[in-house]
């Protein structure tokens, strides 16, 4: 324990040194939480956090990453912009990231002169400063002939990017490049082409294919019947870049981009997962997309290990995060909901599962939850399996959907989702090139407090799409959705309409709604929390929600005069 706390103390002032104020508050307070009564040269943990909150360079971070917006009264407007906003990926992160990236958004940038995403930025949630602005020498998948820019085409199958971080390094994936980025010197460190990897760096190798759904998982299909999976790189150790190539699984040396070693004997299309020593190598049937064998492979030199057989847990997963595997368990005894390892095969913890039960989908938190036939909502901590929320819905709004979960700080934000007619085609506002994330909700969407369970607020989402970008941060829940709706003085003509609404976050105020073909596909969202601004961006216009400085008078909602009958209320 007495180890542990001395190097968060370092860690501490290493990165205070480095200028990363963020991560230097967060070493802190694991410090003051699990060893406060530690003393390291002379001082507890403690103590340690109490000077810290004397210091003006740590202030702003003790509470987590400095991106709070001001308390006031919310103000929306309108007004038309022009396309000055510059076209951009945003980049989602995969597993736990330290502060630094939480407070910065990563993209892929696009280049009118180059006509691809070939800059790598960092830009500062909270202010929109840029910290980082890297060319990339290697052209990506977005910069290939399957980059459809800023166009919005409801059938094009587009890829969502991802990275993953261990400390400061990044690896970026981009389909069929993967890019090894220090963030902090502001560089790029390699590359290298999963399609192609012996190619030199300063080759481009034509892209040429097609991009397929199978599974749902998205594949490029190339043309002499190599398939590439998109957006899955394998995982990032400390020691090694595990990589999935036309040439076998890849071990990179993540710092200087060297070959550590390499299996040919595994196919490109395998699932990944590991414990951080050994990788479980999971072989897919084709035919039915579930585990057809695993096999282990020891991450340090390459060699072949015994391991556990994980297939059972990977054909029924709910959600996979790392090595864990959530899965439910279905036997003549009920159905068990279980959390385990699979590397190893042991369960962290076990749950049984009342009949007819709702599993809530809680991807990238810090808990899953279940709704019970009555309408009870458990949160679970994923970690362990405890419960740490009860909260009670209408049995009615739950009954036949399929339950989703988001959060921030103080709520939980379950989106009831029940599937509409497909004539309906729901898809998010944002154009696809944009990688802004969101999820599709028609039925209620409940605002839960998390510390007491109770339901702060609810409305009705008809044919909508959720915003997930910056959901933890920004003060509005925003819903921004394009699909098919019946013409009001024609029921039987449908036409393409979007649909933008947004609420405060504290109340359940309908800020915002607007509801007419004639509002453009959204580029971006910039948030700046000093002038306390969130930014809808269009080529057309700008939706602006801002917190005011000094409190005012209630105001009414701004609504679109095209918004046929008002809208579901709430």
Known sequence: REQ??????????????????????????RLASEYPDI????????????????????????D???SSFPQGKLKVSDKPSGNRYQQAHVLSPVGDVLPFFR????????????????????????????RMAESLARRNLLSTTFNTGAG????????????????????????????????????????????????????????????????????VAHKDGYRQRTGQTGPLLPHAAILLTREGMMAIDPINGRTLWIRQDIPSDSQLLTDGLTISVITMDPATGKPSSVRGVRTVDGASVPVADCSVPLANKIRQQGSMILWVEESMAGRKLRLTEAVTMRDLWIRDLPAESLLVSADGESFTAVIEPDGTLRVLDLASGKETMVSRLDPRHAKGTSPFAVSDDSKIYLGLHRQPEPIAGIQ??????????????????????KSSGKVAWRTNCLQQSLVLENIGMIPVVILASRSNKPMPNNP????????????????????????????QPLLAMAIDTRKGTVDLI????????????????VTPPIRDQALPGGGPGR
């Open 538 to 553: 269009s080529p057309q216009n700008t939706i602006t929600h801002q917190v005011a400085d000094e409190p005012g008078a």
């Open 64 to 66: 987590g990453p400095g």
């Open 103 to 130: 407070r910065h958004l990563v993209q892929l940038q696009f280049s009118q002169q180059n006509q691809g995403y070939n800059t790598l930025s960092l830009v500062d949630r909270s202010t929109g400063e840029e």
């Open 492 to 519: 039987a003509t449908r036409i393409v309409q979007p649909a933008i609404r947004s609420y405060d976050k504290r109340t359940g105020k309908l800020l915002f709604e607007k509801e007419t073909p004639s509002q």
């Open 4 to 29: 542990h706390a001395r190097a968060l103390v370092r860690l501490a002032s290493l990165n205070l040194s480095r200028q990363l104020p963020d991560d230097a508050a967060a070493c802190l307070g």
């Open 152 to 219: 919005y085409n409801p059938q094009t199958i587009f890829p969502k990017f991802t990275y993953q971080a261990v400390g400061h390094l990044m690896l970026v994936s981009a389909g069929n490049i993967v890019y090894a980025v220090d963030p902090v010197r502001r560089r790029v460190l390699w590359d290298l082409n999963l399609a192609y990897p012996g190619e030199s760096a300063s080759t481009n190798s034509p892209l040429q294919g097609n991009l397929i759904m199978d599974g749902g998982t998205m594949w």
């Open 428 to 449: 998010s506002a944002f154009v696809p090139a944009s990688g802004i994330g969101s999820k599709p909700i028609h039925g209620e969407l409940y605002a839960l407090d």
């Open 39 to 62: 003393a390291v040269d002379g001082k507890t943990g403690k103590a340690r956090m109490a000077e810290a909150a004397t210091d003006h360079r740590l202030l702003a971070f003790l």
